[in-house]
Nanobody, 121 residues
Framework: QVQLVESGGGSVQAGGSLRLSCAAS????????MGWFRQAPGKEREFVAA????????YYADSVKGRFTFSGDRTKNTVYLQMNNLKPEDTAVYYC??????????????WGQGTQVTVSS
């Protein structure tokens, strides 16, 4: 099993940046495919980005491509979501997740508690 704890959320103005962190414990994040999701008020949770096991590939939702960067630091057993040029529509609770599936996961087995990101215009 793996436990995930997100941090780094906050409030920024449009055009600003934030970096979210997801610290993994119990097992190394390289053992899993990792993902970032978000859920805005009154909306369903949506996919943001995914990283395969051992970081072979990274996939982004079209809405964040070119603005968000998914990375990992094995020495800290932590993955990150660098978010640049933030827009008000990026406002949501962001969740980190881990999947035991290979390839692009269809489901995730472990979830963090979420961290709030608020972007004002």
């Amino acid at each position: 099993q793996v436990q995930l704890v997100e941090s780094g959320g906050g409030s920024v103005q449009a055009g600003g940046s934030l970096r979210l962190s997801c610290a993994a414990s119990g097992r190394t994040f390289g053992s899993y495919a990792m993902g970032w999701f978000r859920q805005a008020p009154g909306k369903e949770r949506e996919f943001v980005a995914a990283m395969s096991r051992i970081s072979l590939w990274i996939y982004y939702a079209d809405s964040v491509k070119g603005r968000f960067t998914f990375s990992g630091d094995r020495t800290k057993n932590t993955v990150y979501l660098q978010m640049n040029n933030l827009k008000p529509e990026d406002t949501a609770v962001y969740y980190c997740a881990a999947s035991e599936e290979n390839g692009l996961p269809s489901s995730y087995d472990y979830w963090g508690q979420g961290t709030q990101v608020t972007v004002s215009s």
